[in-house]
């Protein structure tokens, strides 16, 4: 390994200082502006000191898994090493790292899931907590956890870095619990100056007097332009004021006008264009392709526009590609993923609609959204961060100064904003007590706690009082059930979780699981917005008069049938005339089994097991190759299943993850066949009635 700091990083001058610290201390703080390659650069500090050695190793988070793939990828090949050797990486559906590894860069998912097993952390010496600014659920619980955790060993080391962290914060809390300093080390980030400037919609433009093909809009000093520059009188900044200008056109515009703008700057021109979701990408997307016509068709052109999306659907190379060497100038159209955790190359130029989608939990309804709202402050200065990296740079925000000013400094934190039931279920089955008790950087809501425990206790997991069987303290009042085990234990939402063993009991596991699948991910059925008329008519073909749930088995065998016969450029290419997501279909089939345990008192076999091992009859099979379907009795013994459809008795197949490919992660649905990468096992087919409970097991709303 070669340990070698960039001299343009601005955290490569700082490396003695963060070295020292992090000797001294315990918990280190590192804050600096976007591009001052903290990510990248503090693990290379963390191994040349000597962590990660001695069997132990580094344990580095990122909040995306996209994200832990490229952050790991780049440091090995900075280090000179081969990836999955010293530097690896580990996701939810992929694990390239070997007993040699020493940095593991992990999502912060993989980390929660490694505590079940591991709940004081032995197979790490230092933790790296990155993008905490973030603040979701998951570092929040990671923060706390680990807050409990450093007073009982005081061998573990913990780095939390962050570009917009509010560093006192973090500091006050950890000297708190500590007892100790806490130091705070700050990191300078761009290199050349940002020019900032306001285009709301409706405006002229702000670089020049007009764009070529675009309306100019309200000029300064127009009566129409104080109205329109003024901050939004609506939470979700989508006011009662009226443009003729919808964002793709403005997001168009915007980028015409960089261009013309770059036409007599040197060096790297790419602009970088943050919207909420893969369908704003889309739409963005053909706005600037309509725009361009053949300059965003014809690479051969010497004035030719390459215009990239980048969004987590994407396969990997098309992830990948943003990080390729080109030769034109390139438009790059990504999530909030490019804002913290991607930092793409070249990039002079941003456009920041000031949109996100933020996910918020209605009380109320028992419903988890994803509305598009404004983004905060320091979300904005985030992305404007983006750019100055390689030259003097131009941000420009489609939203007033005054709508900039108005917004809250921090984005607020998801464990405020979220349901909590799954944060409680696993503080129960960690035996972490209360969650009022527990050291989170910001205390939940109390009407927020009492709705998890509500929804909890509603679908069997917590019971109140001390003569439930097979209990664990869970808070000062309820404790947790055998079922609220079995739920810790699967990486899903509990009410979905509560389907699957409630599936378990009833014998149509591989039903539910589809639809629990299903349920889990975004939908695999696209719907363009010029082509809705012909999606849904391709669309209908699987629709069930009965329930929607049958809706997804139709498809879902459809798919698994249509996948199994044709290669894979063709059902690639029958996905999208057909108007469904591409993404995993070919990674599917070599896809490995989800990194978390089901739960023994109804399990699959674990991933070591091979699926067409049979169990030899009149003996009870090992705790973790019981069927799916084994009635028990008061005292919890094991009873031989029932196999109506005399099949021959095989160990069921562990269940893919269900944020994967879902259509190549359960049984198949009629056919008899239990399909999981490649190799098929008996199950049976599922009867009528047996799919009508499936349709039945509705996740509870409360």
């Known amino acids: ?26 918990v280190v703080i590192v804050s600096g502006q976007t591009g001052s390659g ?76 490694q505590i079940q097993r591991d709940p004081k952390l032995m197979q790490y010496d230092t933790i790296v907590i990155d993008e905490a600014h973030e603040r979701s659920l998951n570092i929040d619980f990671l923060l706390g ?4 955790l450093l007073p009982k060993r005081r061998d ?6 962050s570009a917009t962290i509010d560093s006192v914060k973090f500091q006050e809390h950890f000297e708190h619990a500590l007892h100790t300093k806490v130091p705070v080390i700050e990191v300078s980030g761009r290199t050349y100056p940002v020019q900032i400037v306001y285009e709301p919609l409706g405006t002229a433009p702000a670089l020049m007097r007009s764009v070529p093909g675009f309306e100019t809009g309200a000029m300064p000093g127009d009566a ?18 009226d443009t003729n200008v919808d964002m793709p056109t403005a997001v168009a515009r915007a980028c015409a006008e960089l261009v013309i703008h770059s036409t007599h700057d040197r060096g790297p021109r790419d602009i970088l264009v943050f919207a909420s979701g893969e369908r704003d990408i889309h739409d963005f997307e053909n706005a600037l392709r309509r725009h361009y016509g053949p300059r965003a068709a014809d690479m051969r052109r010497p004035d030719a526009i390459e215009i990239v999306p980048l969004f987590a659907r994407l396969s990997s190379k098309e992830q990948h590609k943003v990080f390729e060497p080109h030769t034109h100038q390139r438009i790059v159209i990504a999530t909030n993923v490019a804002e913290t955790s991607l930092t793409v190359p070249g990039i002079r130029y941003v456009i920041d609609p000031g949109l996100a989608r933020i996910s918020r939990y209605s009380n109320k309804t028992k419903v988890q959204r994803l509305p598009i709202e404004p983004i905060s402050q320091a979300s904005a200065n985030q992305r404007a961060g983006r750019c100055g990296r390689v030259a003097e740079g131009v941000a420009i925000r489609l939203f007033s100064q005054a709508d900039y000013n108005s917004r809250p400094r921090f984005t607020e934190p998801e464990i405020l904003r979220t349901s909590l039931a799954s944060v409680i279920l696993q503080m129960a089955s960690l035996g972490l007590g209360a969650v009022e008790d527990f050291p989170f950087l910001d205390a939940p809501d109390r009407r927020a706690v009492r709705d998890g425990v509500a929804l909890l206790v ?15 303290p869970a808070s000062s009042q309820y404790r947790l059930t055998g079922i609220g085990r079995d739920l810790a234990r699967l ?22 699981m589809v639809i629990v699948a299903a349920l889990s991910i975004q939908d695999v059925r696209e719907r363009p917005a010029d082509k809705q008329e012909a999606s849904d008519a391709l669309h209908r073909r699987f629709a069930d008069p009965t329930s929607d749930f049958l809706t997804y088995l139709n498809l879902w065998r459809y798919l698994r049938t249509q996948s199994r016969e044709l290669s894979g450029s063709a059902f690639r290419r029958m996905c999208r005339a057909e108007f469904c997501t591409t993404c995993g279909c070919a990674s599917g089939r070599t896809s490995t089994p989800s990194c ?93 009635s047996g799919r009508a409970r499936a349709c039945a097991a509705r996740p509870t709303t409360g």
């Not at 090949?77 to 593991?104: A, C, H, I, N, W």
């Not at 956890?145 to 409990?148: E, I, Q, S």
């Not at 573990?156 to 870095?161: D, G, M, P, Q, R």
């Not at 509990?494 to 039903?511: I, K, T």
């Open 224 to 241: 129409d332009y104080e109205a329109l520059s003024a901050a939004p009188d609506g939470r979700d900044g989508r006011d009662s004021r």
């Open 156 to 161: 573990l080391k913990l780095v939390i870095t």
């Open 38 to 113: 903290k990510t990248t650069q503090l693990p290379k500090i963390l191994l040349e000191l000597g962590r990660g050695s001695h069997g132990r190793q580094i344990v580095h988070t990122q909040p995306r898994r996209l994200a832990a793939r490229t952050v790991a990828e780049r440091i090995a090949s900075e280090m000179g090493v081969t990836l999955g050797e010293e530097v690896g990486y580990q996701v939810r559906f992929t694990d390239e790292s070997s007993p040699k590894t020493r940095l593991r860069v992990v999502t912060d998912g993989i980390l929660l899931a």
């Open 458 to 472: 509603e679908i069997g997991a917590l019971a109140q009082g001390s003569g439930t069987e097979d209990a664990a």
């Open 596 to 688: 978390v345990s089901w739960p023994d008192r109804w399990a699959w076999t674990r991933p070591r097991w091979s699926c067409r091992r049979p169990v030899r009859s009149g003996r009870p099979p090992t705790p973790w190759s019981r069927a799916a379907t084994p009635p028990r009795s008061p005292t919890g013994a094991w009873r031989p299943p029932s196999w109506p459809w005399g099949a021959a008795r095989t160990r069921p197949t562990p269940m893919r993850s269900t944020a994967r490919c879902w259509w190549d992660c359960c049984p198949m649905w009629g056919t008899g066949m239990s399909v999981v990468g490649s190799t098929p096992a008996r199950a049976g087919p599922a009867s009528r």
């Open 1 to 26: 390994m070669k340990f070698e700091y960039p001299s343009e990083l601005p955290v490569s001058a700082a490396r003695s200082d963060i070295a020292e610290a992090v000797r001294s201390s315990q």
């Open 145 to 148: 956890y680990l807050t409990a």
């Open 491 to 512: 990486p899903i939402d509990p009410r979905l979780g509560r389907m699957l063993l409630e599936a378990g009991e009833l014998g149509c596991v591989g039903e539910v």
